[in-house]
């Protein structure tokens, strides 16, 4: 649209308030929309509307600075430029907001505010009405519209015309009428928002003229100062005058004060220098030049000089060829591994393990360890210790939750607002290329629409692929091969199989009750006496006050409970040294003010003691918490040893199982009434349990002239005429799993035969239908959950014998552990005095005959 003569904006218009330019008519400007009411606007003109009509705006510059929180609407400009939005790009990065690319159309003055809610709406009158030059070119007017197009093309002339933009802007300028050049060329030179708003305010075309053509000239004589003082060489023409920036109007790039800052200041010569000095491997290298030769044939406006931009300087950013040597002093290594974790032999032995083979072979690939343990046991600690033994940079990414491939690749360029993924990301915030990275909760990674993250990993585990990694942002294969990857997991159920068989498991199971005694008085309580502003002449906490914490009032594999049970005692033992602190105070006060006379001193005393009955005085020092001291801080114990309590019936073992939290131990309760021979299963029961369940059935029935077992009435089929419900506590927790099946066993054995379980027995296993045990995992976990539970007997599968060397030594020596190969030996194992019991009486008529254990 060459002039405001054949355009007819609306008579109300909704305003758009930009602090960031100054729109002319004929111009076109991007403008970046973040504000509320601006984002209304965008909302519900822009995106919702269908005709040409609601794409026309109204754009009032905002001298002020912008208020992102203010409800009150700034005072307008009373001119502003009518504006069509050409186009509308949204975006969530860094926060939500829109860019605009509006064509300044003509201008019009704010003759009344309708609304200012949800976005200004006002009656405008239009105000250009520019004459024709050519019907009066010898007046005024004329003359200074000549002298103005004289200026401009001898200001165009002085540019390289072998640039396309600038052999554009020749033409453009032949092709417009006169009257639109002010504002067309105001807004391409290099002006200030304050002239830029005066050339808007100028209605009047004359004035516009005598407004815009000192700003010409001034231009004009910037560039040729520039050009005498830097004096290009005839090949270097190209360089200095039309490859620099390459901004959307060229004329822009000329001004004295931008030249000013010389050639070492150029953004494009620095970077292309950090291109060349990355070190970058030869393909890298080759995108990286080819990038660089497209920015600086591209205009800065264009949306994709900056994605370049961006993506240049992450290339120069990583770390290609920088990495960090290793600590690999094994003594000290194990010193340093000693002191920050108890126990945990295994994982410290693969760490010197691998610290050894580095010191036989510098080329060594980083391997990929997985943690896989319950929580509050360390693994991403122990991760942080690695790091600082071998002495590298550590990096955390958490996966908990991730369900988009885009977070480990990254994405692809094409897109709006694309960034790299989290493996890039990592290695530019470290600096180096052997960091140790840790993937937390990789048993916790989720699939959606956007991929599957797991999946995008084999990639970046697999020690014979990643050493290529290719992200989707980078598009160029980045050496992955050193860097030590550690992977934290509760459990492996839900790691993909081909994930889990790229790394190494260590399995790292919970702590004894002993070990944690050992990390409270090592680490938890000094670091919570540290938190809490604490000393231990202030507060001691003894072993046996601990073991009680432990026992009594967590029941957990890690210790975490642990320590926020202890940062509870801190707090309570605070108050108590906070208070003793202000008596002492008010006490040293009243004492100065009763220095004045000897006998008012006695006889204050005197009262002072008196009063001093009725104050609670000062605790002393240290605070010793002691059982009662426990109970008052915490209440009453939550975990009570209730297991000989439940077994005082029939029909009640105990069994163990494993879950992502630990061991513990499982109630399995069963009782008959009369009915037609059916089998109830409550407590959320899998599939498996269920078919353990019946299984245990079928193998009674089948044994039981045997064993004795007959139904209510003595009929030798034991389900005869009687209903079993078999139920599990805790139904509102889940259960599945083959271990429970002598447990069930068991249970039901005890039930019909009318015989308690041993109230110290618990036990594990897989049974079959022909009676034999086989063995199930988690061994270990399900150990110390018995220890735990005060248990003194466990039974466990004869093939899971080998699993106990894992269990600490003196663990082993407070249980009693059978290892059963068939259904008969756990029974034999379970009740008091084996299983049948030699007494001749019938236990239908002596139910407490086998109560004695």
């Known amino acids: 649209m060459s002039s405001s003569g054949g355009i007819q904006i609306p008579g109300r218009l909704p305003l758009l308030l930009t602090h960031e330019g100054v729109l002319l008519p004929g111009a076109t400007m991007r403008i970046s929309v973040d504000t509320a009411r601006n984002m209304q606007l965008v909302k519900s003109r822009l995106l919702k509307g269908t005709s040409l009509k609601s794409t026309i705006i109204g754009v009032i510059p905002n001298t002020k600075d912008p208020d992102h929180d203010s409800e009150e609407l700034p005072t307008l400009h009373s001119i502003g430029t009518a504006g069509l939005a050409v186009q509308v790009v949204g975006s969530n990065w860094p926060k939500p907001h829109y860019t605009l690319l509006i064509t300044g159309l003509c201008r019009f003055r704010v003759a009344q505010l309708l609304k200012e809610r949800p976005?200004?709406?006002?009656?405008?009158?239009?105000?250009?009405?520019?004459?024709?030059?050519?019907?009066?070119?010898?007046?005024?007017?004329?003359e200074l519209g000549e002298r103005f197009y004289q200026a401009a093309v001898q200001l165009v002339g002085m540019l390289d015309m072998s640039v396309p933009v600038v052999a554009k802007l020749r033409r453009m300028l032949d092709s417009l009428p006169r009257e639109t050049l002010p504002d067309v060329l105001a807004s391409m030179i290099r002006t200030t928002n304050k002239e830029k708003l005066q050339v808007l305010d100028a209605v009047s075309l004359e004035e516009r003229f005598k407004k815009t053509l000192p700003l010409l000239s001034r231009q004009i004589e910037g560039l040729k100062l520039l050009q005498k003082t830097r004096k290009p060489k005839p090949d270097d023409d190209k360089k200095v005058l039309s490859v620099r920036k390459g901004r959307v109007f060229p004329i822009r790039q000329f001004s004295l004060d931008e030249e000013a800052e010389d050639d070492d200041g150029d953004d494009i010569t620095l970077l292309e220098r950090k291109v060349k000095g990355a070190s970058m491997p030869e393909p890298a290298l080759r995108v990286c030049v080819k990038e660089l030769k497209r920015l600086k044939k591209m205009p800065q406006s264009m949306p994709e000089y900056a994605l370049t931009r961006n993506y240049l300087e992450l290339m120069v950013e990583l770390p290609w060829s920088k990495s960090t040597t290793d600590c690999l002093d094994i003594r000290a290594a194990r010193v340093l591994l000693d002191n920050d974790h108890y126990a945990m032999e295994k994982l410290k032995r693969r760490v010197l393990e691998y610290l050894a083979v580095?010191?036989?072979?510098?080329?060594?690939?980083?391997?990929?360890?997985?943690?896989?343990?319950?929580?509050?046991?360390?693994?991403?600690s122990v991760g942080r210790s690695i790091a600082r033994t071998l002495g590298r940079e550590f990096h955390r990414i958490a996966l908990g939750g991730v369900c988009d491939q885009s977070d480990i690749r990254g994405h692809r360029r094409t897109?709006?607002?694309?960034?790299?993924?989290?493996?890039?990301?990592?290695?530019?915030?470290?600096?180096?290329?052997?960091?140790?990275?840790?993937?937390?909760?990789?048993?916790?990674?989720?699939?959606?629409?956007?991929?599957?993250?797991?999946?995008?990993?084999?990639?970046?585990?697999?020690?014979?692929?990643?050493?290529s990694f290719t992200d989707h942002y980078l598009n160029v294969a980045f050496d992955l091969s050193q860097v030590l990857f550690i992977a934290t997991a509760n459990t492996t159920a839900t790691i993909p199989p081909a994930l889990l068989d790229r790394m190494e498991v260590l399995q790292v199971p919970g702590y004894t009750q002993e070990e944690k005694v050992e990390i409270a008085h090592r680490h938890l309580i000094p670091h919570q006496l540290e938190q809490h502003g604490l000393t231990p002449q202030q507060l001691q906490i003894p072993p046996h006050t601990t073991h009680d914490i432990i026992s009594r009032y967590t029941r957990e594999a890690g210790v975490r409970s642990l320590e926020r049970k202890i940062g509870a005692i801190c707090r309570a033992v605070a108050v108590k040294v906070a208070e003793g602190h202000k008596m002492s105070k008010q006490e040293s006060s009243n004492h100065q003010q009763d220095q004045p006379g000897a006998d008012e001193k006695e006889a204050g005393a005197e009262e002072a003691q008196r009063e001093s009955a009725d104050l609670s005085a000062p605790p002393e020092m240290p605070i010793l918490i002691d059982p009662i001291a426990l109970k008052d801080i915490l209440g009453p114990p939550l975990f009570e040893m209730e297991v000989s309590e439940r077994l005082t019936?029939?029909?009640?073992?105990?069994?163990?199982?494993?879950?992502?939290?630990?061991?513990?131990?499982?109630?399995?309760?069963?009782?008959?009434?009369?009915?037609?021979?059916?089998?109830?299963?409550?407590?959320?029961?899998?599939?498996?349990?269920?078919?353990?369940?019946?299984?245990?059935?079928?193998?009674?029935?089948?044994?039981?002239?045997?064993?004795?077992?007959?139904?209510?009435?003595?009929?030798?089929?034991?389900?005869?005429?009687?209903?079993?419900?078999?139920?599990?506590?805790?139904?509102?927790?889940?259960?599945?799993?083959?271990?429970?099946?002598?447990?069930i066993v068991t249970c039901l054995a005890s039930l019909l035969s009318g015989r308690l379980v041993r109230s110290d027995v618990a036990m594990t296993g897989e049974i079959t239908l022909r009676g034999l045990v086989l063995p199930v995992g988690g061994i270990k976990d399900k150990v110390l959950a018995a220890h735990r539970a005060g248990l003194k007997r466990v039974i466990i599968p004869k093939r899971n014998e080998k699993d106990l060397e894992e269990i600490p030594a003196h663990i082993r020596a407070e249980l009693d552990f059978v290892a059963a190969g068939s259904v008969d030996q756990v029974l034999n194992a379970a009740f008091g005095g084996g299983f049948p019991a030699a007494a001749t009486t019938s236990p239908l008529t002596h139910p407490h005959l086998a109560s004695k254990l």
Not at 358 to 380: A, E, N, Y
């Open 119 to 142: 976005f200004p709406l006002a009656v405008v009158v239009q105000l250009d009405q520019l004459e024709q030059l050519t019907n009066s070119p010898d007046g005024e007017l004329g």
């Open 358 to 380: 580095r010191q036989l072979k510098s080329s060594l690939k980083g391997p990929i360890l997985c943690f896989v343990g319950p929580p509050g046991v360390g693994k991403t």
């Open 649 to 743: 019936l029939p029909g009640v073992a105990i069994g163990l199982a494993w879950t992502p939290l630990g061991g513990e131990i499982m109630f399995v309760e069963a009782s008959r009434m009369e009915g037609d021979g059916q089998l109830t299963l409550t407590g959320q029961l899998g599939d498996v349990m269920k078919e353990s369940a019946h299984l245990a059935i079928s193998w009674l029935r089948s044994n039981a002239k045997l064993y004795q077992l007959t139904n209510m009435s003595g009929h030798p089929d034991p389900m005869e005429g009687t209903d079993i419900h078999l139920h599990f506590p805790a139904g509102a927790v889940l259960k599945d799993g083959p271990s429970a099946g002598v447990t």
């Open 415 to 467: 897109y709006v607002g694309s960034m790299p993924g989290r493996i890039i990301n990592g290695l530019k915030s470290v600096g180096v290329n052997n960091p140790v990275f840790l993937l937390d909760e990789v048993d916790k990674l989720g699939k959606s629409l956007q991929g599957d993250p797991a999946a995008a990993l084999l990639e970046v585990l697999d020690p014979e692929q990643n050493h």
